[in-house]
């Protein structure tokens, strides 16, 4: 008995083929630039330079007696901040324009601001690796007293001389895995009094917990990479430790190309990162295995 079925001979062509709607690469959060001090170059502007003061010494006085100890404005370092370009491109033909089932370019504008947010969560996150004080090591599994420890130690100075104290807000910032070690000992997310604003929301997203009694609110962020043992380098900072400094914030720009007939989609942003006060964050190196139970 002949059956035609829906792959009979040229059948299958005559057939509508449905398309649904593209689904998206999920992106890691990407809580940094919401963590670190925010400067902005204005145009015409090439750099940024902030002195760094340090302490000064008050002494005892005796009545009568002028004081004969003078005092420099101490200034201990300059940070020099400049920026660089950053972005991407995606060509879209005419034709796959006119044969997508959907808004090609909608699409094209959320993957290409997906990477630039990818990127500069990347470059900010690099970052933790360049403080010079460090606790853990390869193959230890992250406790609550790690993460004390850190703010007990920048809360007590790590800087020369008169050591100063970093100041708050004090964030960790670690691998999701390491991340659900502690989550025993936390309290719920809604505890923490995020401040309000839009940067309120990208934060309360990527919130994990906050330690209790501590203050301290701890960040999940798969944008960290484990190395090949399965190790992290995170971080427990303060605000005023690392910095972004915008040039000139991304934007999506179409430019057409008839002869190609084709239209490109370029992303540029230009931007800056890089270390306020070392002595204002410590490096946290722990194993970050994938949890099985």
């Not at 809580?31 to 902005?40: A, D, E, G, I, T």
């Not at 934007?251 to 084709?262: F, I, Y």
Request: proline share 5%.
């Amino acid at each position: 008995m002949a059956i035609t079925t829906a792959t009979t001979g040229n059948l299958a062509d005559a057939q509508r083929i449905l398309v649904g709607e593209g689904r998206y690469t999920a992106e890691h959060a990407a809580p940094m630039k919401q963590l670190v001090s925010l400067f902005r170059l204005k145009k015409g502007e090439k750099q940024l330079s902030l002195p760094q003061f340090g302490q000064i010494t008050a002494n005892a006085l005796t009545d009568a007696v002028d004081m004969v100890s003078d005092t420099v404005l101490p200034t201990e370092t300059t940070v020099t901040i400049t920026t660089s370009e950053v972005g991407a491109k995606i060509i879209l033909t005419d034709k796959l324009v006119r044969q997508m089932n959907e808004d090609v370019f909608r699409v094209a504008g959320k993957l290409l601001g997906n990477a630039m947010g990818r990127k500069l969560d990347k470059d900010l996150l690099a970052l933790l690796d360049g403080f010079s004080n460090a606790l853990g090591s390869a193959g230890t599994a992250i406790t609550v007293g790690h993460i004390t420890a850190a703010l007990a130690q920048l809360k007590g100075g790590l800087g020369t001389g008169d050591t100063d104290p970093a100041p708050d807000p004090i964030y960790a910032v670690i691998h999701p895995h390491q991340a659900r070690v502690l989550m025993a000992a936390l309290t719920p997310t809604g505890t923490y009094p995020f401040p309000e604003g839009p940067s309120a929301d990208i934060l309360r997203k990527y919130f994990t917990a906050q330690l209790q009694g501590w203050g301290i609110p701890i960040f999940g962020d798969g944008n960290l990479t484990p190395d090949s043992s399965d190790d992290v380098k995170g971080g427990v900072f303060s605000k005023e430790a690392l910095y972004l400094c915008w040039q000139d914030e991304w934007d999506v720009e179409q430019e057409r190309d008839a002869s190609l007939r084709a239209t490109e989609l370029v992303i540029v942003g230009d931007y800056g990162v890089g270390e306020l006060r070392n002595a204002y964050g410590i490096e946290m190196l722990f194993d970050a295995a994938a949890p099985t139970s």
